[in-house]
């Protein structure tokens, strides 16, 4: 077995930035997506830290920067709309970003760069998925649910926090390694809104009591996304939220009422608007991210939540070193002892990098673990911030988890093709 057949199932980050870097190997790769095109829907993402290094290895920054959304900055608001602290995007250069990045942009966006710049060598096909498979010694044979099958020497799942690849992979009625975060939902939504004068591009926060909290972004003057995130602790609730759409949107609705700010606005939007989708927060946490010829690559296998702020760039970054160590380790012949060293290799390169990532994210940890429940709780955390802010105190690196302690980003000279 020389260059591999290789199966990666989602065309989101994680999956089409894997496939270029494996298509630069040489190996024959295709991406299925169970959409019937690219995905158009999603809202704004960033990079950090090493996930802005491997994005600049691909070529794409100036493709990126093209892109990006032109968001200042961040603060935080009371009800009346007042600032209590402002923290300004870092684009410097140097050091870790804010809560803003210098590398902000939307979704849909992102997805089309990374897709282009490999369509010519990667087979892509769109709106079909993976009913079942089963492994033997030479091959995994995947069955489609057009009934279908076909024989590759790898499957990847890059299928989301969600993945169904990872829940056959694991077994029926085992635990598929998602743990959610006390209950915590979001629903994103963008909703037509035209820019007033003097607004500008900032994202803002607003925090009410019982661990609710909206964010408003800009991308456009037209147009502006809002994160809705709350907590769903009785079984109606939690039933609703897992339902149809419109009653997903009417939980929402019903647990930012009469919160203040924008609220009545957004959900008055929201309800008329069908650019929505409503997720549970929580992390992937697995004891391996393969098994046998199947393994799992960003959401799918590691994910780290919205609180982190390094969904996307743990997805871009762990894909790059499972196709580095698969160069490293099957540049002589890929055969089914040399894949396993590779898959084994990529687990325990990367993963000291996801333990930091995700350390007491369920504990409390992150973003949302340091929301206050009662109003003099956000009113002491808005003065917090304000002083924060106010004395140039960097409190994103305190939230966020960009930074990673004694661990270098792999090289890989000589391994992928010009």
Known sequence: MGNMKILISGAGMAGSTLAFWLSKLGHNVTVIERFPHLRAS??????????????KRMGLEDAFRAKRTPEQGFELVGSSGMRWAYFPANKSGQGPQSFTTEYEI?????????????????????GTSIASFKEDEDAVEVCFHDKTTERFDLLVGADGQGSRTRKMMMGRGKPDGFHPMDDTFAGYVTIPRTMEKGEGYNAKMYMAPGGRAIMTRRHSPDQMQAYLTCNFTSDRMKAIARGPVQGQKEAI???FKGVGWKAEEIMKAMMEDNDFYLAELGIVKLDKWYKGRIALVGDAAYCPSANTGMGTSSAIVGAYILAGEIGKYCAGGATRE???????????????????????????????????????GITIMNCLAGAASLLRIDLASKLMREEIKDWELPEYEGVFKA
């Open 338 to 376: 040399t894949l396993a060293a590779a898959l084994d290799s990529y687990d325990r390169k990367f993963r000291p990098f996801m333990d930091q990532v995700q350390k007491g994210l369920l504990d409390g940890g992150g973003f949302s673990g340091w929301m206050p429940q009662s109003a003099l």
């Open 42 to 55: 999603g809202l704004q993402l960033d990079l950090r830290g090493h996930g802005i290094e491997v994005m």
């Open 106 to 126: 939307m979704r849909s966006d992102l997805c089309h760069i990374l897709h282009d710049t490999s369509k010519e060598r990667v087979r892509y096909i769109f």
């Open 253 to 255: 609705a019903e647990a």
